[in-house]
């Protein structure tokens, strides 16, 4: 087969199928078939078509990003992450504001499960910082945390990098910020990502592809300009087109 013609740019993008069902979810992923992207599975979509849909893109050939933001006790967090790792997924997620022991619990959970079958790799394991729907007003005032949104996330990071994390999620305009606070190769992982022109919908902080790349950002998450588009691989190519002039193989 021949190899996807901007690979490593491709790798690094992640698309969300936020659907509420796994036809039209299997829809999109048959029409994205042949381009090595990451593929996003949420809260929605996880709760209607379950692990078995996790398989299904596994078996695809698909890395998948399993999004359900943990945020619990540090034990209960302990058992999702166990089960998340057996189930294959090559990246997954908690929320940092769960605190150390949750993180570190996470860790641990995860650790296990590898221990127990050596025949799984080893997911990325990410922190959420800040949705990217969240201003600062919001942060402040509704969440009650003083302060900047970029302070805040960097915090966030560096306990997320103390705690033996991977990376952590947080908007394209903290990627620096982040990188300077806990190196080059902590991961960070950015939805708010729109092209040039998109509808923003419910994001507050965003940045075009090439721009997000441009700032070091390592992984892009991508749902509506892909999804709700006419021509969903025409706009993922475009997209994959732009970050690769950013891209080094």
């Given at each position: 087969m021949t190899e996807y013609v901007h690979t490593a740019a491709a790798q690094r993008l992640?698309?969300?199928?936020?659907?509420?069902?796994v036809e039209q979810a299997r829809h999109l992923i048959d029409t994205l078939q042949g381009i090595p992207c990451y593929i996003k599975v949420g809260m929605q979509l996880f709760y209607a078509a379950g692990p078995?849909?996790?398989?299904?893109?596994?078996?695809?050939?698909?890395?998948?990003f399993l999004d359900?933001?943990?945020?619990?006790?540090?034990?209960?967090?302990?058992?999702?992450?166990?089960?998340?790792?057996?189930?294959?997924?090559?990246?997954?997620?908690?929320?940092?504001?769960?605190?150390?022991?949750?993180m570190?619990?996470?860790?641990?959970?995860?650790?296990?499960?590898?221990?127990?079958?050596?025949?799984?790799?080893?997911?990325?394991?990410?922190?959420?910082?800040?949705?990217?729907?969240?201003?600062?007003?919001?942060?402040?005032?509704?969440?009650?945390i003083p302060g900047s949104v970029e302070d805040t996330v960097v915090r966030y990071a560096r306990l997320a990098y103390e705690c033996g994390l991977d990376g952590v999620v947080s908007s394209p305009l903290e990627g620096p910020a982040i990188k300077a606070a806990c190196?080059?190769?902590?991961?960070?992982?950015?939805?708010?990502?729109?092209?040039?022109?998109?509808e923003v919908a419910d994001q507050t902080r965003i940045m075009t592809p090439g721009r997000a790349i441009a700032a070091g950002n390592d992984y892009l998450v991508v749902g509506r300009p892909i999804t709700a588009a006419i021509d969903p691989r025409k706009a993922a190519e475009q997209i994959i087109e732009e970050m690769n002039q950013y891209v080094n193989d």
């Open positions: 992640i698309v969300a199928l936020d659907y509420p069902n078995e849909f996790v398989r299904e893109l596994k078996e695809k050939g698909y890395s998948v359900l933001k943990m945020h619990d006790i540090p034990n209960t967090v302990k058992g999702g992450a166990h089960s998340i790792t057996r189930l294959g997924v090559d990246m997954f997620n908690v929320h940092a504001a769960g605190g150390r022991e949750m570190k619990a996470a860790v641990a959970g995860m650790e296990q499960a590898l221990s127990e079958d050596k025949a799984l790799t080893r997911p990325l394991l990410i922190a959420v910082t800040q949705l990217t729907s969240t201003s600062q007003q919001t942060m402040n005032e509704d969440i009650g190196g080059s190769s902590f991961v960070t992982v950015t939805p708010g990502v729109r092209p040039a022109g998109a």
